[in-house]
């Protein structure tokens, strides 16, 4: 597969992921961004080593939860 298709799928369970936040813990979309993107967790996405891309929102989040 490659990388731009990888990255596509990241970019698809990131702003899902960001949505999901926003909704369940009451805050802006904006503030989920953030809180996101400033986390081992995105960085995690991104790295294709992982396959952490492969997984889903909601996979991504209990991944984020964890390790946050």
Do not use: H, V
């Not at 597969?1 to 698809?12: G, P, R």
């Amino acid at each position: 597969m490659s990388i731009e298709l990888k990255k596509f799928c990241a970019d698809l369970i990131l702003t899902d992921a960001i949505m999901d936040m926003a909704a369940e813990k009451g805050i802006t979309w904006q503030e989920a961004r953030s809180r996101i993107i400033n986390s081992r967790a995105y960085t995690d996405l991104y790295d294709f080593e992982t396959g952490l891309w492969e997984n889903g929102p909601d996979y991504f989040r209990d991944y984020y939860s964890k390790i946050t």
